[in-house]
């Protein structure tokens, strides 16, 4: 069972869905008379300055059963804040979330915010997210009060660097002796700039993780796409009967986080392992929490990892692959079809744009993929990537199998060309490269075959495989499109770089900084003269060539 584990029988939970786990979680520690019913909090407070806080319509408070326990009330001088994570709005020019964490329940939080660190902003309250964990499966997982508090600062002014601090009362970023503790953001550009983002899925709390996000932070990236499994509050991640719920571990990933995330808009999608049935019926109460995303998806509070933004030249859209997928049903279906319906509406839009040169998705489930732990699944296959051929596609990125691999450019489940190292593609012609940059953390997977990546190339005809079909059944296949293989921790950046030439160089490094391969991807602008061989011409548009 890929997805944490509550102290359900594993035989009955795996035949339950999401909403199924967490009404038998609720029913059965109610009738035990273990805890009583409550709303987790969600306090709601103050309008801000010209720049604006906006209450986040989007977040409703889990549902939750609360220990009986009352939270612990401490001096505010003697509580720092920690965890800070920072996110775009739907607007990135003008919105930007800042979120973060404290250990014990405060008063008054706030965030100040200025354009130099002397000279911050009056106190702009913020929003207090509270979430309970009970104890539960006979004491194995541990309870845990955990405080989360969100500021969501509006009409900003694009391009343009802030400071900022977090308290409350008893804390103040602006005392002197905090002003180590403010961080800052950039907001994006209102007319496209060259500029770099990275990638990467199922990353967790080890030495790996800690050392990509210092990799990451060494790109001066304008954003980070996270694609999904953020955490793994269940030690292992691979379903082990000692695999149970630790919501401490989050206070752990957030710290872990907060060295890049704290600068870097840290943009995540969820994965199985997202999807915790204590917190609501959807498993994605404690996401809501945790994080204050775009809301301009198709249901930002039962589907939060699913929405999109413009940086540039670039428009970026997250999936909530859970709803689509076949190998890990909990949620199959939780959307009813809007999401898939909401996708091909903004896929749409996005490319009707003639300031969008590139449109990347990313989310968790793969595509395409050869690892022998979860391959390819038949569910999103059959759901997106007909509609990402519809609307070309640039890029899309998936996490899941926990190594780093590249396709060829794929059109209609085969390959329409290949795409050695270094070389370029054009979507509008060739099909869509997909990656999985699953490398981010956690314990790595293997391939059905030998690695292959930069100055190691080991080029096969093809590769034995298989995709994961409705019903869970594996449908064996034998493919041409797996060009880039490599069993290591790692991630993804791709550099952007807007004008008539538009092009995107995308780069996969190892936690070593070692380069594992690299590639251009074509604009809607044109060729991409003197880039490993250039390219035919273009306009504005995209012309339908497939």
Known sequence: ???????????????????????????????????????????????????????????????????????????????????RHLAYGADPRTQMAVSWQVPFAVKRPYIRIGHKPWALSRRIDAEVRHLTTPELNGGKIAAAEQFYLHASLERLQPGTTYYYGVGHDGFDPADTRNLGTLGTFTTAPSRAEAFTFTAFGDQGVSYHALGNDQLILGQNPAFHLHAGDICYADPSGSGQSTDTYDARTWDQFLAQTETVSKTVPWMVTTGNHD????????????????????????????????????????????????????????????????????????????????????????????????????ASDGGVREAWVPLFEKHQVDLVINGHNHVYERTDAILRNAVRRKVPIGERTDPTRDGIVYVTAGGAGKALYDFPAPDTYEGHVQDLDSVDTYHVVKGGGKATETVEWSRVRYTGFSFLAVEVEPGRHARMKVTALAESGERLHHFAIRGAGGATPGFLGGGGGGGAGRAPRY
């Open 275 to 374: 999807m915790e049935a204590w917190y609501s019926p959807d498993g994605y109460g404690g996401q809501n929490a945790r994080w204050t995303l775009p809301d301009n998806g198709p249901d930002p509070v039962n589907q939060p990892g699913a929405y999109s933004f413009v940086h540039g030249n670039v428009g970026v859209v997250a999936l909530d692959a859970n709803d689509v997928s076949y190998e890990i049903p909990a949620n199959f279906g939780i959307s009813d079809g809007r999401q898939t319906r909401w996708l091909d509406r903004r896929l749409g839009e996005l490319r009707a744009r003639h300031d969008i040169d590139f449109v990347v998705v990313f989310f968790h489930h793969c595509a395409f993929s050869t690892t022998n732990a979860h």
């Open 1 to 83: 069972m890929d997805i944490p584990r509550f102290g359900i029988p594993e035989k009955l939970a795996d035949r339950m869905s999401m909403a199924e786990q967490h009404d038998y979680l609720r029913a059965r520690l109610t009738r035990r008379g273990v805890l009583r019913t409550s709303v987790a909090t969600a306090a709601v407070a103050g309008v801000g300055l010209g720049t604006g806080l906006a209450a986040s319509p989007a977040y409703a408070a889990p549902t939750v059963l609360t220990s009986r326990r009352t939270s612990t009330q401490v001096d505010g001088s003697l509580v720092a804040p920690f965890g």
